[in-house]
């Protein structure tokens, strides 16, 4: 099973960046899709959420408004739009999944289904 992750990488602040998150060999469909990030020297954050089919997202509150979640299960693809970073953003983002629903007070890699290897955002003051 495989999640890789890709599009991170330097940003000045006010700037956006596009997160990729591709999927094998596990039935997609059937999986809330996670983006979740960790900055240097801190624990597990949950950034957002996405039901099985796409018709429902949600957000962390520092994420609200500038962030924005999708998926695409024919390609086994889930996205992460970020507009608006700030250096706060800073951190390795991950796509993980769920199944049967969203984790949003994540505690360790182990409480979801697949998990991802990352890839850095660096926002730049």
């Known amino acids: 099973v495989q999640l890789v992750e890709s599009g991170g990488g330097l940003v000045q602040s006010g700037g956006s960046l596009r997160l990729f998150c591709q999927a094998s060999e596990f039935a997609f469909s059937m999986y809330y899709m996670n983006w979740v990030r960790q900055a240097p020297g801190k624990g597990l954050e949950w950034v957002s959420s996405?039901?099985?089919?796409?018709?429902?997202?949600t957000y962390a509150d520092s994420m609200k408004g500038r962030f924005t979640i999708s998926r695409d299960n024919a390609k086994k693809m889930v996205y992460l739009q970020m507009n608006s970073l700030k250096p706060e953003d800073t951190a390795v983002y991950y796509c993980?999944?769920?199944?049967?629903?969203?984790?949003?007070?994540?505690?360790?890699?182990?409480?979801?289904?697949?998990w991802g290897q990352g890839t850095q955002v660096t926002v730049s003051v």
């Open positions: 996405i039901n099985e089919d796409g018709s429902s997202t």
């Open positions: 993980a999944a769920s199944f049967g629903g969203a984790f949003t007070n994540p505690q360790s890699q182990a409480q979801y289904n697949y």
